[in-house]
């Protein structure tokens, strides 16, 4: 049900993503990315995790985009994103996750918070993927 993969360098996200009975992970140190200075992405397909309730990117130094299609992680609640400098923005279709209840970011650019947070009552730039999360903790 758990799965924490810390040093399991070049395990397939497309794999993963199969993975019927998965409720959680955490990828942490750089996982699934790769290591080398080309940085990288991660990709979470239509269909993906279909039974994934948490996950958490913990110090994904190399992740610079993330991209959530359409129809992946149909049960996520709870979204965890910590030290991922080089994380540019939240992914675009995160706005189709709707039993997402809980989105915790710490540890991050300004940039990227910047990009989600209301601005003197101003919705800023990427704003509408993540408003209709009722817990966004920074």
């Known amino acids: 049900d758990v799965m924490y993969l810390r040093s399991w360098k070049h395990a397939p996200m497309a794999t993963l993503e ?8 955490f990828l942490n140190d750089d996982v699934i990315i ?3 200075g080309g940085g990288g992405g ?27 299609d359409k129809g992946a992680m149909p ?4 979204l965890i994103i910590f ?12 706005k ?9 970011i710490g540890n991050m650019p300004n940039e990227f918070t910047e990009r989600i947070r209301i601005v003197d009552g101003k919705e800023v730039e990427d704003f509408d993927r993540v408003q209709h999360i ?3 903790v920074f």
Do not use: Y
Not at 96 to 104: D, H, N
């Open 134 to 136: 009722p817990s966004i």
């Open 96 to 104: 189709f996750i709707t039993t997402l209840q809980e989105l915790s």
């Open 42 to 68: 991660i990709v979470c397909s239509a269909m993906g995790f279909p039974q994934l309730k948490k996950l958490e990117l913990v110090d994904l130094s190399n992740l610079q985009k993330w991209r959530v």
């Open 75 to 78: 049960k996520l609640s709870t």
């Open 18 to 25: 199969k993975l019927p009975n998965l409720h959680k992970l």
């Open 83 to 94: 030290s991922c400098a080089r994380l540019q923005r939240v992914p675009v279709r995160l």
């Open 34 to 36: 790769g290591g080398g």
